[in-house]
């Protein structure tokens, strides 16, 4: 691809490198920021890994050099790498870089950097860095391997969502030749909750309710919840997925009270198109997870708008 080597040319004439992902990371953003940032050190570049996130995600801690992610940009470089971002401002800095390389799989990615590699058949972000090393035949070190494997592991559901075909096992694959521990990674990723999780699911489950003949679901996260069980935001992730899990269920939606609004993350299974109802309210993802903030704090209000949303959504059942 001619653009990997665009990039590349970018890169190796770059004196200070930024490595940027979207805010409120999730496993690919920071394991593609990470993944790239290993190679880039091996190979000698000057590399600052920024996230406008702090603090971050715990449950990611494990990735290696999680510990230099930093939430202040340098005075001065040259050279920006977007990560997973769909739009600019999911960076979340005012100022555009001198110079911006955007990377990332969302089909709704609004093409703003100076050269674009994206490619929304990709099951993540890592899966374009990995391509982008191996066009240009650079190392993949056992810190790098690490990071892309727990990124591609997060963003198919482990291995389970459409976008999984044999190239991403292949990727996989390859990337436990370099380093990668599989068992290490899952156990880091899934493993490692804390009762307060477990306790906020309990809450947050008693609120699912069930709507359009059982072929959607809303589950609630207040801020109450939040507090009493002493969880954190992070700890909500992968509420809405056992949601949607529900046999019959085609699309579930979570709706947590957040400090500018309500968070409204949506999972489709077979055939509905969630990022259609995201960006009717300003938000983004892809069609099978997708989400936005709406500036509205009333629970009921908001399910009755998006009742009708999916409403429209499941008719794309044939
Ligand atoms: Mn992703």
Redesign the pocket.
């Known amino acids: 691809m001619k653009k990997f080597k665009e990039a590349f040319e970018k890169i190796k004439n770059a004196n200070h490198i930024v490595l940027a992902a979207h805010k409120n990371p999730?496993g690919?953003?920071l394991g593609?920021s990470l993944g790239m940032y290993a190679v880039l050190k091996e190979i000698g570049k000057r590399v600052t890994v920024f996230n406008v996130t702090s603090p971050l995600p715990k449950y990611l801690d494990f990735l290696p050099n999680f510990n230099k992610v930093t939430n202040t940009l340098p005075k001065e470089y040259d050279l920006m790498i977007s990560l997973?971002c769909a739009s600019f401002d999911r960076i979340g800095i005012e100022k555009r870089p001198p110079f911006l390389i955007n990377i990332?799989?969302?089909i709704s990615n609004t093409n703003y950097g100076d050269i674009n590699i994206i490619n929304p058949k990709a099951a993540?972000?890592?899966q374009i860095v990995f391509e982008f090393l191996k066009a240009n035949s650079l190392p993949i070190n056992k810190d790098a391997a690490t990071s892309l494997y727990a990124?591609i592991l997060t963003?198919t559901g482990s291995f389970q969502y459409d976008s999984v075909d044999e190239r991403v096992f292949q990727i996989a694959s390859e990337l436990i030749k370099h380093g990668a521990n599989p068992a290490y990674v899952a156990k880091m990723l899934f493993q490692r909750d804390s009762l307060s999780r477990l306790r906020l699911l309990a809450k947050a489950y008693d609120t699912i309710e069930m709507c359009c003949d059982g072929k959607a679901a809303f589950v609630e996260v207040t801020k109450e919840m939040l507090e009493i069980t002493g969880a954190t935001r992070d700890d909500t992730d992968t509420i809405v997925n056992s949601v949607r899990n529900i046999e019959p269920v085609e699309i579930a939606c979570m709706l947590r009270e957040d400090e500018d609004g309500i968070k409204i993350s949506l999972r489709s299974k077979n055939y509905a198109d969630v990022s259609k109802i995201a960006v009717k309210y300003k938000g983004g993802g892809?069609i099978r997870a997708a989400g936005a903030t709406i500036k509205e704090f009333d629970f009921e209000k908001i399910k009755n708008m998006l009742k009708e949303d999916i409403k429209e959504a499941l008719k794309e059942d044939k």
């Open positions: 999730d690919d953003a593609s997973d990332d799989h969302h993540a972000t890592a990124a963003d892809h």
